[in-house]
């Protein structure tokens, strides 16, 4: 390999649109938008673009990925760097200030307004990101080594020989870009709906488990009553009833008393004017006797 870079950090997002990854990344041939030619932009440029960096013409004639590359000298200037990558099939567009070495300023800086405002950012057709002034100049670096054929290229002669290839070959920069979505934190009302979810799970669950136990247990107690191991009554648990349809079946029988209805005669010494009566008014009472005196009134025995 001739070349190979890693740099990590110091990125800022400017804009996401149409930000398809492949397995997470984004990747293309590194190359610089050309600018409008005897524009001013390429004077106001040229000292942070080398006049060798890797055009569109230096590529492949085959519609390979693209990721652009170009410094923010001025909003006029960025602009016509956008809009020749609109024409391109470009995956990525890189920015750099060369007056921000450290660090690009954060997405909402008035740097990057142009024109009025920050409304290019919803406008574009593919994502925006920037790298600090000194990430930016060593791309542009490297560029500028690999836009010609395998004669000229830094280890050109070395890869012709190892992998057998044509001097007119092409050895271009390829670049990956890794992209990752930070978490978003949850809102308030997330955490209340989980708290929620939980308390009517565990609610559920201790419900469900003590319906199944007095199941078990209403089984096993009916399980032991039939078979004579409980009684219910005499444990006072229960107090049997018997049902009225029950008691309407039962047989009935009427019990009739027939006492002895002679009554004694009346003596032969006894008083005379008394004579014996006896009524049976009823066969379900006792017989009554009675002496009837000689006043008329009876007297009971």
């Not at 800086?109 to 100049?137: N, Q």
């Not at 009916?222 to 079946?249: C, D, F, S, W, Y």
């Amino acid at each position: 390999m001739a070349y190979s870079s890693r740099f990590t950090g110091n990125t800022t997002v400017l804009s996401t649109r149409y930000a398809e990854t492949t397995n997470g990344g984004l990747a293309g041939l590194l190359y610089v938008p050309d600018l409008p030619p005897g524009d001013s932009c390429v004077q106001e440029t040229a000292p942070h673009v080398p006049s060798s960096a890797v055009r569109q013409s230096d590529l492949p004639p085959t519609n390979y990925h693209l990721v652009a590359l170009a410094p923010w000298v001025s909003d006029r200037c960025a602009s016509f760097y956008l809009a020749a990558a609109r024409t391109d099939p470009v995956r990525a567009f890189l920015f750099y200030m060369p007056e921000e070495p450290d660090s690009p300023p954060p997405a909402d800086s008035e740097k990057w307004y142009i024109g009025d405002g920050a409304d290019w950012m919803a406008k574009t057709g593919y994502p925006v990101f920037a790298v600090s002034g000194t990430v930016g100049d060593l791309m542009m670096q490297h560029l500028s080594l690999y836009s010609g054929n395998m004669t000229v290229v830094p280890y050109g002669r070395n890869i012709s020989a190892l992998f057998l290839t044509d001097t007119e070959d092409y050895l271009r920069i390829w670049t990956e870009l890794d992209v990752s979505v930070p978490p978003v934190p949850l809102g308030t009302w997330v955490y209340f709906l989980i708290v929620l979810g939980v308390l009517l799970t565990v609610i559920s669950a201790t419900s469900f488990l003590m319906h199944f136990v007095q199941a078990r247990r209403r089984a096993s107690l009916r399980r032991r009553v039939i078979a004579g191991e409980v009684n219910l009554e005499a444990m006072g648990i229960k107090h049997l009833t018997v049902p009225m349809e029950h008691v309407q079946n039962f047989p009935l029988f009427t019990y009739n008393y027939e006492p002895d209805i002679s009554c004694p005669s009346a003596s032969p010494h006894g008083e005379p004017g008394r004579a014996i009566w006896y009524s049976s008014r009823a066969r379900s009472r006792p017989h009554m006797c009675g002496i009837y005196r000689g006043d008329g009134l009876p007297t009971n025995m």
